[in-house]
Structure formats: structure tokens, C-alpha cells
């Protein structure tokens, strides 16, 4: 059985980690990242911390360096002495166990850390930092590090050194060679069009007031028509609104280059080779998720013909075994991708392990389609496949994206992976969404928000964001606006008051007080309490956290010494949870504090944190929970 090229990535989007020098190939920024961060913030869009990534790597300390000279420990069969020309008066000899170098390399460049640099320790299992200090190794005396990734911070890659590509300047800080600023954004799931870096990119030139330059994908298809090449058919369309397709032929696997890796890593993800790096870089640039299938393992009709592409409901009991290697068992409400022979995928979840791309992979078919949102999320969550193209899915993706997902992502193959691309798409469109027009009354802002704005002002507010407005006058001034095919979060006239507001500043929206008596006050005395205790606990040094009331029994069975998973049916569960991290009201607070010092203890040495919360007690035949 071929080998996998890659693993799927299980992790859950909780934020957009947005680095600039990426944002800034679509938009000019202007302003320090702290006032970009203050502007987006106050837009709506909150920027939960700024990654100033390479702060802490000095920079008369950790150098771009060139390996010169690679030669075998005399003492030790696995390890080398390592010759680094790192911009000084001579090369410095060290020693590695670096597995990506072999004896007699030479030409590398790599991350060079002299004495005194202050490096990530890879082998503690909290954050830790420590001083490099002069070491001896097998009788050979060390006064420097050919740097790994995780010792940098940059990943939790330690298996071989950081290699970088053959322009990195030697000698320049490397502080300098690879920083960038990174924001991260903890957006809601109405703001899934910030999900990417274009999407984010239209929001920062409208609230910046600057040009956004959107590029648009070609691709340069030399192969023979796609046509004759694969059968999409949709038999559910109300699961699936479009499903569209490009063949790459003779694709060669390999790394992605270095700029893709450095963009994958600083965005949060890990680089793997240049297939599946292209889809996860389309998808972080574009907001469209992809799937690539090995062509030449999809199987036709039973009839015969070419390969098919069959986008259906799941028959009960069907299974398949997914790329992580676990055999799902699936209901009839779930939408698969199957061939001509069964189920290749779980549509926009996770691929299957018979299709996927592997190392003797020559062709690729690569899948870019919309799948109903809803659907995404409960067979996700009735999976427990929280992937990165379900949590984007289940948020709602702009049908209009898949060719471009495609032209992009088929464009980059040929490039950096020698495929040709066939000509065509094979695309079924069967729902094609009506475009939304919303006529807006000027009054409504004045009602909605307290403010006195001429509808040529509001227009170009709502234009800034991409809407199309024409201003039809009258006693009552009208901004017909036609909604844009991202904007899948404005539907009433509501939605685009709220658009005004962002484009305005909340912090700046003015302040009435209650036309009216207030009601006659009386004590509540468990509120008193509460606050008497938080400000006992403030003014003794310790931070109060603020933490989801939805837990998962996992986190719950940490608590027993024997890590006892505890009896669902003792719980409450949410009907219809985001993610299988929060499908429990939880009974106590001692797993989500504990998890919230976890995380802390990353970042520093001591923590000292409480949560006033209620929890939820279920109750013998009745509905509704007890809530001390």
C-alpha cells in the first residue's frame, strides 16, 4: 500500500492568525499593528493578541549561517561536526544530531545561534527558555546551534534543522531575515469571510481607507479537455449547491518552497509537501477548502467509462475508512463523495484513505465545492472530525469561490509540482444562489444607531465593503443595496445598519441615556456577593477568567486519578454543539481553569486565576437544570 503523503490537520480554527507581511500583497497598511488591531477591534473584528514572531531572538546572537563543511563525530556515529560560516572572520565548528544533515553537506543555509542566545528548550514539556552555554558533547567542546524549529518557537518540528532557501542573506540577524507581525483574530462565525486572508483584506482597506488589489487566478491549462476526462453528477443539490473539478497530470511530490512554508507556519499550520501545502495556502488565501484525490484510484460506473465524481446521501450503515485511518460508519443524513465503486470522502469533512494522494501519486483531481453549512457541522460533530474544511463549511463558503479555489490551486501545481492542467473545469452548478437586493432607509440608521447620516454618505460606506448602492430618492431617502456573494451574513436591512455602525466606529457611535424613570432598585444580594468575593480575590493578586460553559467529558475525566470518563446520560448535552470540545454544560469549573493556567503556563511562570460561574446540575425528570 502506497505510503500517505500527509495527515489530515485535526485542529479546531479558534482564531485567524493574520501575519501582515502576507496582508500586505492585497492591501497598504499603513498604521503600527497596535492601531491596526485597535481599528479592526473596534470594526467588529477582534484582535485577541499580536505575535511580534522574532522579538526574543537576538539579534547579535542568531544568525542566517551557511553550512561549509559536514564531517562525522569521531566520538559518536550519529551526530557531526558542523563547520557555519555565519558572517564572521571564520566559520564556527559545532555539533548537531541533525537527521536532514549528512556527512560531506555543504551550501545549506541554516539558523545559526551563538553562546548567550536565549532558545526555546525542545525536550521540556512547558514553555521554557534557556541560555546557550558552551558545551562538551562526546569530548568535543560546542559553542553554538544550528537552530531546529520548535528551538526557535517557530513550530514543534525538532526532528532536523531549519533549512533556508539558497538567497538567505549569511550573516544578516535572522530576527531580521524571518520576523513578521501576526495578528490574531477571534472571530465570530457571522464573520466567516475574514476567514482568509482576501476576505480579511477587503474589511482592512474599507475601514483603512486604502486600495485593496485582489488578484485574480489564471492558470495555464496545456492538457487535453477535461470533458472526456471525469462525470460529476449531484444527486442531493439541497446538500451540495455546486461541485467543481480540475485534473493536474504528472505531479511530482515534494516540499513546498521555502515562502509557502514560512506563510503555512506563521498562519498556524504545518507544512507537509507541496500538494497539500497548495490546498492549505489556497485555502487560508481564498477562504475555499480543497481536496485532492489520486485520479487514477477513482473508479468509473458500473457501466464502465471514465472516472466519476458522485455527490450523494449516505445509504444507513455505509463505512468508510477516512485519513485518519478510522472506519466511519455513517446515517442516512450525511453527504458523502463517492466514485464509481463508493465513498471517497465526507463531504467537506475529511477524504478517504483509498483515494488519497500519496507518494507514487502521478494525478490529481482537485475538488472545490460548496456544501451546505448546516449539514458540515452535524456530521462533523456526530463524527468527531473537527477539520480545518469543516469548521470553514460549517461557517457558510461563497459558492462563487470554487473556480477560483481552483485556478489558483491548479496554477501553483503546475508551478511548483511540473503538473500539467487539463483544460476546463468539470463544474454542476445545479442551485445557483439569487442575487440579494436590500433597500435600506436612511431613517433606519438614525432610529438603529442615534445618527444623522446623508444616504451619499452611507453608499459609500456600504460601496467601501464591496456592496453595489444606488440612492433612489424621496420623502424618505432609499439606499438599494445589492449584496455581494461573500456576504452571506446580511439578508435584512438590520444587517447592513450593522455594516454603517462597524464602518463608523463603535467607539464612536454617540450615547443617549433612557427617556423614562428608571424602576424602583432593590438588593440582590447574591450579586453583592459575588462582587464582594471577585474584588477579595482581585485585590489578593489574582486574574478572574472568563471560560465557556460547555465542557467535553474528556476534559472532565482528567480529573479523576484514574481518568474515568464519566456517564454521559449524568450531563446535559447541546443538541447541536461547534465543536466536539463544548457539547457538555459542565457540572464543575475545575477542568476549564485548569486548562486555562495550562495554556497560561506556556507564556509565563506563575498563574494565579479564578472564575465565578454557574455550573448545571441535571435533575430527576425535569427539563431545565439546577444552576448554583
Not at 273 to 300: C, K, S
Not at 368 to 394: C, D, M, W, Y
Not at 428 to 456: F, H, Q
Request: aromatic content about 6%; glycine content about 8%.
Amino acid at each position: 500500500m502506497p505510503q500517505p503523503v500527509g495527515s489530515p490537520n485535526m485542529e479546531v480554527i479558534k482564531e485567524m492568525r493574520v501575519p501582515l507581511s502576507w496582508l500586505q500583497d492585497y492591501v497598504t497598511v499603513d498604521r503600527s499593528p497596535s492601531e491596526l488591531a485597535d481599528r479592526l477591534t473596534m470594526a467588529g473584528l477582534e484582535v485577541g493578541a499580536i505575535d511580534r514572531v522574532g522579538e526574543n531572538w537576538a539579534r547579535d546572537r542568531i544568525f542566517v549561517g551557511q553550512v561549509v563543511s559536514a564531517r562525522r563525530h569521531p566520538n559518536a556515529d550519529r551526530l557531526l561536526l558542523v563547520a557555519v560560516d555565519y558572517g564572521q572572520e571564520k566559520p564556527m565548528e559545532v555539533v548537531t544530531g541533525a537527521t536532514n544533515l549528512r556527512v560531506g553537506d555543504s551550501g545549506q543555509k541554516v539558523v545559526f545561534a551563538i553562546l548567550g542566545a536565549r532558545l526555546r528548550d525542545p525536550y521540556a514539556d512547558a514553555l521554557k527558555y534557556a541560555t546557550l552555554k558552551r558545551s562538551k558533547i562526546r569530548g568535543i567542546y560546542s559553542e553554538g546551534m544550528a537552530c531546529s524549529e520548535k528551538e526557535l518557537g517557530i513550530s514543534d518540528e525538532h526532528e532536523g534543522i531549519l533549512i533556508l532557501p539558497e538567497d538567505a542573506p549569511v550573516g544578516k540577524p535572522f530576527a531580521e531575515y524571518w520576523g513578521d507581525v501576526v495578528l490574531d483574530l477571534d472571530l465570530t462565525h457571522n464573520l466567516a469571510r475574514c476567514f482568509c486572508m482576501t476576505g480579511l483584506a477587503r474589511e482592512v482597506a474599507a475601514l483603512a481607507d486604502a486600495e485593496c488589489r485582489l488578484p485574480e487566478p489564471r492558470v495555464t491549462a496545456e492538457g487535453e479537455n477535461i470533458d472526456r476526462k471525469v462525470e460529476v453528477v449531484i444527486e442531493d443539490p439541497d446538500l451540495c449547491s455546486r461541485y467543481s473539478a480540475a485534473l493536474i497530470t504528472g505531479i511530482k511530490i515534494g516540499p513546498s518552497p521555502h515562502w509557502m512554508q514560512r506563510r503555512l507556519i506563521l498562519a498556524g499550520m504545518r507544512p507537509i509537501n507541496n500538494i497539500v501545502d497548495i490546498t492549505n495556502y489556497v485555502m487560508l488565501e481564498w477562504g475555499q477548502p480543497l481536496h485532492a484525490f489520486d485520479y487514477r484510484l477513482l473508479r468509473p460506473r458500473p457501466r464502465g467509462g471514465m472516472p466519476a465524481i458522485i455527490v450523494r446521501r449516505a445509504r444507513d450503515g455505509e463505512t468508510m475508512m477516512t485519513l485518519d485511518g478510522v472506519e466511519r460508519v455513517f446515517a442516512n443524513d450525511m453527504l458523502l463523495i463517492t466514485d464509481g465503486g463508493g465513498p471517497v470522502a465526507v463531504a467537506g469533512v475529511m477524504g478517504g484513505l483509498e483515494s488519497q494522494v500519496s507518494e507514487s501519486t502521478v494525478d490529481i483531481l482537485l475538488e472545490a465545492a460548496n456544501f451546505h453549512n448546516i449539514s458540515v457541522r452535524r456530521t462533523s460533530a456526530a463524527l468527531k472530525i473537527p477539520s480545518e474544511a469543516a469548521q470553514r463549511f460549517g461557517r457558510g463558503v461563497d459558492p462563487e469561490l470554487t473556480l477560483v479555489g481552483l485556478c489558483r490551486a491548479a496554477e501553483l501545481m503546475r508551478q511548483l509540482a511540473g503538473g500539467t492542467v487539463a483544460q476546463g473545469f468539470a463544474d454542476a452548478y445545479p442551485v445557483v444562489p439569487e442575487t440579494k437586493i436590500i433597500d435600506l432607509k436612511v431613517s433606519e440608521i438614525k432610529r438603529l444607531l442615534g445618527l444623522e447620516l446623508a444616504a451619499d454618505t452611507i453608499a459609500r460606506m456600504l460601496e467601501a465593503l464591496g456592496f453595489q448602492c444606488r440612492i433612489i430618492e424621496g420623502d424618505v431617502p432609499v439606499v438599494r443595496t445589492t449584496v455581494p456573494s461573500y456576504r452571506l451574513d446580511v439578508g435584512i436591512p438590520a444587517d447592513l445598519v450593522e455594516e454603517v455602525a462597524r464602518m463608523y466606529g463603535y467607539d464612536r457611535l454617540p450615547t443617549s441615556l433612557m427617556a423614562d424613570e428608571l424602576p424602583t432598585q432593590e438588593r440582590n444580594r447574591s450579586l453583592e456577593l459575588e462582587e464582594w468575593s471577585r474584588g477579595i480575590l482581585v485585590g489578593c493578586g489574582l486574574t478572574e477568567t472568563i471560560s465557556y460553559s460547555m465542557t467535553n467529558l474528556e476534559s472532565v475525566a482528567k480529573l479523576s486519578p484514574a481518568g474515568e470518563r464519566p456517564n454521559p446520560e449524568d450531563y446535559l448535552k447541546i443538541a447541536n454543539p461547534l465543536s466536539r470540545e463544548h457539547e457538555y454544560l459542565r457540572q464543575t469549573l475545575m477542568n476549564t481553569t485548569l486548562e486555562t493556567v495550562a495554556r497560561n503556563l506556556r507564556f509565563v511562570d506563575c498563574v494565579a486565576v479564578f472564575e465565578i460561574a454557574r455550573v448545571y446540575l441535571s435533575q430527576e425528570e425535569l427539563l431545565l437544570p439546577e444552576e448554583p
